[in-house]
């Protein structure tokens, strides 16, 4: 797991040894670029990478290409997130094709959020490939430079190759073969849902070191931090696949309401610090929804700033 194929920094962090840190932003619903670049301004120093979410919960916005090539420009290694819902396989390859243009090296590749969540719930869902078909389709075209009609690509797209992993999700025996059909597929990095429920990760990653999957994907877990109490309930009773336990969830209540934000940062920090022991994490994804002003310090208090440099 150590031959890097790519340009990309993060997979550069990663094959180093290093921790690697990655966080996320929405792109505006809008065509004005402002919102994210300041999004982005707000973290770029603290991560490694930025994924760029496509459309999420099946919300119109600026598209994720676009919000990716911005932060290129700005000198933010982005991560393209792609979902298989609103796309054939013609709109997929020609948006990798796309972003390989721009030198993008990094991509997520999801089913995503069923269309009745969102703007547009009359709308048509695709899914013409599935989220490990569109792995597949990724690193035919980077490592055979292929079509997937067999054609040749000119200048074959130069990709690190992700997709997310939910270890709480039922039926939990399902969780770590699930992992390793992408794995088979072709996935070099795995974003993790939210962890709330560390306990039952743990057993989860305990399970993925068992098969040794560890050493064939980078395994990034995901965190978020909660802001208040009652986000923490939200979370807990309305959130499809998310764990959260009743005692962090009593934590986040029994805190006074002008400290829960604090007590919130609290948790992911002690999070991290906890995690980084665990074999087989090979970094963290902080997903601090529209609060990416407290990812800086997250950072800093978990003991991942400075982030390493590597070259090229």
Known sequence: MKDVKTPSKLEKILAAGHLAVTSECGPPRGSDPEPIKKKAEMIKHHVDAVNITDNQTSVTRLCSLAACIHLKLMGVEPILQMVTRDRNRIAMQSDILGAASFDIHNMLCLSGDHQSFGDCPTGQNVHDLDSMQLIQTVRRMRDDGKFLNGDDINRPPEIFVGAAANPFADPFEIRTPRLAKKVAAGVEFIQTQCIYNLDRFEKWMTEVVDRGLHEKVYIL?????????????????????????????KRMADTPKEKQAEEGINICVESIERLKSVTGVAGFHIMAIEWEEKVPGIVERGGLHPRPVVSG
């Open 221 to 249: 877990a995901g965190l978020t931090p909660f802001k208040s109490a009652g986000m923490a309930r939200y979370m807990k009773n309305r959130v499809p696949g998310m764990d959260v336990p009743d005692d962090v969830v």
